[in-house]
Structure formats: C-alpha cells, structure tokens
C-alpha cells in the first residue's frame, strides 16, 4: 500500500511515516458488521433497507406497527428457518426460498400474507455482493408476494460457526373468520389435487451441491404460491364457505410424507394413483438412478388441495390458469378405509402403502 | 436414461400378459428366491405378489450390503470414525444401521467427522484434500461395489497417497447360494439371480450351483417387466422339471460379464473366509485385500480395541436373510422395530426385507 500523500506528493506525516485509516469493510462481513454499531447501520441502510425497505422498516423502532385488521378477520402467524446448501441454485436462492417458504405456510391456511420478519445470522467473512444478491432476490420475491418485510436482525458469528448465511423469516397473514381450513376438515370423499410435478426442489438442490457426478438442467420449483391459491379458493367458495378443506406444500419429506400427517390428523385414509403424479422426466431418471423416490424428495413450490368433489373440476381449472399450475392433476381420493394410512395405487393395480420418510433420505449403495 | 425404455419396463398391459401366462402353465404351488434386496424392494413397491397368482411364493435373499455386513466390522467402523484426526466415509445406507452400542449417525452427533459419499473415488478426492487427516471408506457390499472399492486403492497407490485406507466387508452370491441350498431347512426351488451383481461376473459361475443342486437359476433384473419375466422363466423350467441357467437380463448381462471389472477386483482383492451378518461365517464367501495393498487396509492401519459384538437378542434378521421367516413373523417388527429404531440391519437398508415389508405392506 502507499502512504497516503497531499497533493503535491509530500508525505503527510513530519515524521516520516503515516497514519493507517482503518479499512472500510466493505467487500465482506466482519464481526462488527453485527456488533449493533456503526457497521451494523451501515450494512442495514446500504444492504437492507435500500432493496426491502417500506415505511414500517424505515421507522427505525425496535418493533414494527402494523394497521389493525377488521373484525371479520383472524390472524394466522408462521415462522420458518432456512439453512440450504448452496446458498444459490439452479431455479432460485436462500432469499427467495425464505420468502416463498413462509408466505406458502401461511396461504396454504386460506390466508393472505401479508407481512413478514426476517432475521439473519451472518458468517464472518461472508461477501458483502453475495448477501446483495440474496436480498435482491427476497425483494422481488416479496414483490411477487405482495407483501412487506417489516421487521429484521442481523447477527454475525465467527468464521466457521454457520455455513456462510441462515434466514428465519417469521410472516403473518389475515384470514377471514370462520373459514374451516386445516389438516383436521379433510373428509372421506374430497378429491386430491397436486399443482405439478414433484421433486424439483429436492433434485435441484441435491444436483447445485456438484456431489453426483453428472450434471442436468433441473431447476428448483421454489415460488410464492399465494397467488394461485387464492385464484384456488375464490373457484372453490361454496355456501359452507369452501370447497377446499385443506392445502398443504409438500416441503421436507415430499407428498408422501404430507399426505401422512394430513391421513392422521384428519383419521382418514388417502389412495392416490401412482399414473397421476406429475414427474418430470429428469427428475425421475435421476431418482431411479440413486434410488429416491420421487414422492419423498422436497418441493417447495408445489401444493396439495383438498377439494370437495362438487367442486373439485373448477378448483383444478382455476389452478391450471396460475403459471404455477399450469401441470396440476386429480392424484387421489380420500377415504374412509385405512384411517391414518396413505396407499398407493400402482401402475400395475397393485396397492402398497406410503409410509412417512424416515430419517434422512440416503442414496442407495448400487 | 430414455424414459420410453424405462416406462416399457413398467407397461401395465405387458406385465398383465406374462402374468396371465403364468397362470396358464403353473399348476401347483413354488418357492422362489430373489437374491438382490433390490429385487425385494421391486417386488414390495409394484405389489407384484398381489398380481401374481397365489402359488408363486417369494423368499427374500441375502443380498443386502447392508443388512449382511457383520456387526464385528460396523463395531470396528464406530471405533475408527470416533477417533480425533479420521474422516470415515461411507455409502449412505451404512449411517443407520445399528452397531452393538451405536451407529455412525451417532458417531457424527458426537463430532467425528462421517461423510456420505456416492462414490470410493470421491473418498480418495478427500484424502488429496485433507493430506494431514486419515480418510477412511467403508468397503462393504457384493461384487457391485468390488470393482470401484478396488479402483480407489488403485488410484490412491498410483497418487502415492499414504492417508487413505478402506474397511473391507466384501461379500460374494455364490457361496451364500450355495449356504443355503445345502442348509437342511432349506425351501428354495429356483433363484432369480441378481442381475446387477451378474453385469460385473456374468453368470459363468452358476451352472455348476444349478447341476449339483438341480435348481433353475434365471439372471434377473430390477424393473417389475424384469421380474415377471424372471418368475415366468423359472416356472416354465419347475413345471418341465428342468434346471438350467438362463439370462433374462440380457440387455445388460453377458454370460462372461464386465472383464475389465473383474481382472481390477483379481488385482486388489483375494477370496476369504467372510462372516455375514446374522448367517455365520461361510467359507470362501468374500474378498480381503491382497497382502501387497496391505498399506491400504484399515482393518491393519489403525489400533482398535477388541470387539464384543452384541446383536439384540430380539432380531431374527438372520432367518430372514435365509428366507426362513417373513418379516411379519417376527415380534418385534414394527413394534419395537422401525426404520426409526432398528434392532437389525434388515430394517434400515433401503434393499433390506424388514424395510421393505415395513414401508410397503399393510401387512403389520
């Protein structure tokens, strides 16, 4: 480094020697980034503030103030933490998977999101460009979503202590009252409705960690998915209020392990035909390969409706008409034969069962 | 992997029509044994026993790397991936499975450093990675896995890497055919043998078994079109009375399979006496590393304690993987046995019967 000079070239100092400014850290985060002082405004104001800000996050209070909501209204709140490895994939990235992923949770309660709180803990050492990015990518993602980020915190720990980035996002919707959607309404008879095809999410990410040797264009399915569920619920509004007992996004552990918890909590059982499910090519070939199944491997993009049959063609349409589902297909039915159990009906007309996923999903030896 | 090629394999129409000529020729009931757990799982997953007709009965083989790697050998993995400068690696599956005190799942949550990896190769690519650490991979399973476990000390001699060894459990299909043919309780009248096993050592060693113990022997493969095919092949032979080696995984298997493959395993391994899980020792049923790649073996290269292995007294794993017993048959299966808390290794292994029985029938 050169000493810093006056105009003319003279040293500055009469001694000889100079003054070192402390560097301006802004390539990577550093400790202080988190230390709540100077540094933490900075990264705030030039990071945070300038893609996801809106008047409640500008306010500069310790909490935000949200607008009241009417009487006819309930509150649904969900929180939800994101560690992915790599932070960047085929199809998407930890920011738009931390807005997405809350903002599911809280549609698929019949619910408009609405705001949502983020919180993040931040390797030292990690590039400040990169964190840009992911950020740009929450604020587009949010924009989609219509909603606001109103609340956030950040957090750095030494290196080595988190893998480069975690986000919490915690979201709040409103819900009109009364409105019974929930795991525990679903009723033998309801059709089975998935949006698309599965394993995207799960294979993208799987294929972005560059363990398996073979490359494919697998792009993750990660989408705010609001919009077509509402386009879902208006088709499906009937004089008991709605068609749609229950959605769900078939995340961790896939539709096989969904459709579990909801046979259980709703003491039913579920026959879906394994010739419906939605699978693209890739994804199929590349399970068969390592020897996953498809329908336990993530979506995070994806939803489960469980729709009254009266109206099960025009909730289908509506989700058909939605980019997101565009490939949504009647899987199956709900019964009461088997309460608490998922079968599947296979190509063959044989029936098995679909148990949950156990542990960690892990690739077969040959 | 073309699609078209795969979904033939699994045309409903196709399967239906070699059902029903099974059903035309059978004309009492046969015992049939699949040697690979991947057959098993198949056979669970499409409910191939519901289609078929009630006289076919299957018996599950031993053919799970997994289920019938000694619990000696997953007692001296824990040991070696708990010490402080190892990195174990190991196929996925192994994690799970349950050692007399705990499984390799446990030895991570207690900081030792296990990684999955998909690959032998990708061990070695550790060892060049981490020259100040010991790497180890867990060289289990059939003839499959032999010829890329032999690759790996290959390549880690020609990189002149000195921190990379393996924990050899090889096991060989013939000699456990052969155990249980000649076991007094034996019921098995004809094999679909692994076709996976028969890509790398062809099927030249099977004419023999099939003359000496005059049972039909069919090269099987994995899709549900394979085994139907398979089963359909071995009944033709039971109602002529005869016993012949066939191929019916001929788009894959050759009768002299992959020489390459095998001329590397001649290279790195040599025959042994081997235990098996849950079977007993069978003479000449696996393969150890030479003397001269004894450098690369991890059974000499590290110091563990003696070994008392302790199966839970419950577990009748072992009669599954002769075919003695159904997994139903047993107490403890799901009750005190599940995927979540395994007593044996035949519940964890995605080719093992227990799990399969467990994730598919409603039968428990």
Redesign the interface.
Known sequence: MQPISSSDNEPLSILGGYCPIPLPHQEKIVLGHGSGGKLTHDLIHSIFQTRLGNSVLNSGNDGAVLPSIGKDDEIIVSVDSHVVTPLFFPGGDIGKLAISGTVNDIAVMGAIPKYISAGFIIEEGFQTETLGQIIDSMAATAKEANILVVAGDTKVVEKGKCDGLYITTSGIGVRQNNLLIGGQFVKPGDDIILSGSIGDHGMAVLQARG???FESKITSDVAPLNGMIQMALNAGKNDQGNAIHAMRDPTRGGVATTLSEIAQQSKTGIVINEKSIPVS?IV??IC????FDPLYVANEGKCLFFVSPQKTETVLEAIRNHDYGKDAQVIGKVVAD?PG?V?LK????????L?ML???M????? | MDKTLLSGFRDADLIQTRVNEIKKIITRPWVIMEICGGQTHAIMKYGLEQILPSEVEFIHGPGCPVCVTSLELVDKAVQIASQPNVIFTSYGDMLRVPGSSQDLFAVRANGGDVRVVYSPLDAVKIAINNPEKEVVFFAIGFETTAPANAMAVLQAHALGLNNFSILVSHVCVPPAMRAILSSPSNRVQAFLAAGHVCAVMGYWEYPPIAAEFHIPIVVTGFEPLDIIEGVYRTIVQLEKGEHKVENAYSRVVTFEGNRAAQAVIKQVFEICDRKWRGIGTIPASGWKLKQEWAKYDADNRFDVKAINPLESPLCIAGQILQGMKKPFECPAFGTICTPENPLGATMVSSEGACAAYYQYSLNR
């Open positions: 363990e398996l040797g090519e199929q070939s068969e390969m390592l020897g088997n159990k079968l296979t190509i063959l007309g044989s029936t098995h069962l148990e156990s542990g960690e892990l690739p077969r030896i040959c």
